[in-house]
């Protein structure tokens, strides 16, 4: 039994120390990736409330003869109570709503807890664009400008 004992070696220094490099120049590979979802998530969330905020929006022209005059961040919160309209929770937010073209255009813009803001914007001829503006070098889900 005591040979048996004294022939069983374990991991070497060296070898332990190669593993742990390993390991380690994989994470430094495999986080940066982690971080970028976690900013395209928090951007599909503030995209998903420019959408929310814009249909709000529509329902509001709708109760108002077709116009969007009066429409503000309150108001919109009033039809769609689930719409963030300030900063906290670490929660996309709606910053900010403006009238456009006499009341038949309007603007939301949505703004990422990574600082990413999307603008939803229908004009007075009922046309819809969706831009988008990174933070730094952050590209999260906006990488081309528009959504």
Not at 1 to 7: A, D, N, P
Not at 54 to 69: F, K, W
Not at 87 to 103: D, F, Q, W
Request: charged residues 20%; hydrophobic residues 35%.
């Amino acid at each position: 039994m005591r040979s048996r004992l004294s022939e069983q070696r374990g991991f070497t220094l060296i070898e332990l120390l190669v593993v742990i490099l390993i390991i380690g120049i994989l994470a430094a590979i495999a986080i940066p990736s982690f971080l970028s979802q976690k900013n395209k998530g928090t951007d599909a969330s503030a995209k998903e409330l420019a959408r929310s905020s814009a249909q709000a929006a529509d329902t509001y022209a709708t109760d108002h003869a077709g116009s969007y005059e009066g429409l503000t961040l309150k108001v919109i919160n009033e039809y769609e109570p689930a719409i963030q309209i300030a900063a906290g929770n670490n929660n996309a937010y709606l910053s900010s709503v403006t009238v456009s073209g006499g009341g038949k255009g309007y603007t939301v813009v949505a703004t990422s807890t990574s600082g990413d803001t999307f603008t939803l914007t229908r004009n007075e001829k009922g046309e819809v664009t969706r831009t988008c503006a990174a933070e730094g070098s952050n590209k999260g889900g906006c990488p081309t400008g528009s959504w």
